[in-house]
């Protein structure tokens, strides 16, 4: 029924065992089978596997398997003997203790290699201690380098290992090839995550503008930002852009549409779909790695429950009828995703590349973010690439510079990379909560001037 409430996950009891309730039948070796099945099928698909991890804390602590075979070794203790908490959910493990860290290296080797899995996402990876991180990658690296390691580079509450030691996103640059979720994007487009009408860049908060600059660049140094109105991080924490995860939403907390509407309760629908497309407009076109949750780009909902986890089917499904009614957006992602695939200007390898080729608007506006890739960025076909963020409700002209003959690929909610439309103009008309891309290239046939 689907009104059953069940825990989604977040309890692990063995580590290596797949959930049986997710198999025809729980009782044999068909969870195993079945889900050796699954993944091959998504590869035949072209599609790679990456499993949500939660090394970091179990459901019991007393009672665990892992207590019961040492009592008191694999989970860190405060001074007073007490077992602390920097999951938040009663226990942390001490993955710096010898047997502990066996453990989970070995626990993953058996996934990747039994179960050919491409990549895990580590919950709370700010809990690990860097040491066990490293020697995950070097162990995952004997199998294939193309395993995709990446976590939350924070903790749930305080933690008796000193943070220097610890994976949280500061220390990134001591992570060997392991990226981290950036949550300074994250709230710069959309508000806090933990309160409720707080808002961001695409919901019309201004002075924001460093913010989204700081996820443009994957969270590497420019000498462009502002470090000091970057809210939460006051300091470039990425070395390279592939460091850095960059989202709008994930399975934790709203939904990007049900935190947007429940912060912008006077907003139309059609301004809700505006700035779920320049949410994913930003992510997809930002350096770094885009990471989209689910069902967004159908304006996902969870009517409004922002911890899911042990919610029923009515609460966690993607209701598919979204995606006829929120087509706009679907189509629009599409694009975003086609955009991105065919052009390296938006996936640079290199900070230094970003540095030379990517180069902020000096003219400021609040609620406008915009940034030129110049002089074929990455090996792109195209020269240069304007782009400009409107986070305002209404339009706002844009000064072009002179004599550049520029093509419009994107405009309102539409993306058209083929498109044979140019302007010329020294002004142009952005549309309110809306991306516009403009570029300079050398596809001059079939020209048609705009007048806009």
Not at 303 to 309: F, I, K, P, V, W
Request: with cysteine.
């Amino acid at each position: 029924a689907t009104d059953k409430s069940y825990n989604w996950g977040y309890d692990p009891q063995n580590f290596n065992a797949p959930e049986g309730s997710y198999s025809t039948n729980p009782n044999t070796v068909s969870r195993i089978l079945e889900l050796k099945m699954l993944v091959q099928a998504l590869h035949q698909a072209g599609i790679g596997v990456i499993f949500d991890v939660v090394y970091n804390h179990t459901y019991h602590t007393r009672r665990s398997y892992f207590n019961q075979t040492v009592p008191g070794y694999y989970y860190r203790q405060k001074s007073n003997g007490t077992f602390s908490n920097a999951s938040g959910c009663g226990n942390e493990m001490a993955t710096e203790r010898g047997m502990v860290h066996k453990f989970i290296i070995d626990s993953l080797y058996y996934w990747a290699t039994e179960f050919h899995v491409d990549g895990f996402r580590f919950d709370l990876m700010g809990i690990y201690d860097l040491e066990t991180m490293n020697q995950i990658r070097a162990k995952m690296d004997s199998i294939s380098p193309s395993i995709l390691l990446y976590g939350e580079g924070w903790a749930a509450d305080k933690s008796p290992m000193n943070e220097t030691w610890r994976a949280v996103k500061t220390n990134v640059s001591r992570l060997y090839r392991v990226a981290v979720f950036n949550d300074d994007f994250r709230n710069g487009i959309k508000g806090n995550s933990f309160d409720v009408q707080s808002k961001g860049f695409v919901s019309g908060k201004t002075i924001q503008e460093e913010n989204i600059k700081f996820g443009i660049v994957g969270a590497c140094f420019h000498p462009q930002i502002v470090y000091g109105y970057v809210e939460h991080s006051k300091s470039p924490w990425a070395t390279e852009p592939w460091q850095c995860v960059n989202y709008a939403s994930c399975h934790d907390n709203y939904t990007l549409y049900d935190k947007l509407a429940l912060s912008c309760p006077d907003a139309s629908d059609d301004e809700l779909s505006r700035m779920v497309m320049m949410a994913g407009a930003l992510v997809l076109t930002s350096q770094g790695i885009p990471f989209l949750h689910a069902g967004v780009e159908m304006a996902r909902t969870k009517l409004g429950d922002h911890n899911s986890y042990k919610s029923p089917d009515r609460i966690n499904y993607i209701d598919w009828e979204r995606k006829t009614t929120y087509n706009q957006i679907f189509r629009y992602y599409q694009s975003l995703i086609t955009l991105r695939k065919t052009h390296p200007a938006f996936r640079m390898t290199l900070a230094d590349q970003i540095r030379k080729h990517l180069v902020f608007s000096s003219d400021y506006q609040p609620g406008v973010a915009s940034y030129m890739l110049v002089n074929h960025a990455n090996g792109d076909k195209w020269k240069t690439i304007l782009i400009i963020f409107n986070g305002n409700r209404q339009s706002i002209p844009f000064k072009l510079s002179a004599h550049t003959q520029w093509r419009i690929v994107a405009r309102d909610t539409i993306i058209n990379s083929d498109s044979s439309e140019y302007y010329s103009g020294e002004e142009i008309e952005v549309p309110g909560i809306s991306m516009m891309m403009l570029v300079e290239d050398y596809f001059n046939h079939n020209i048609q001037f705009s007048d806009i």
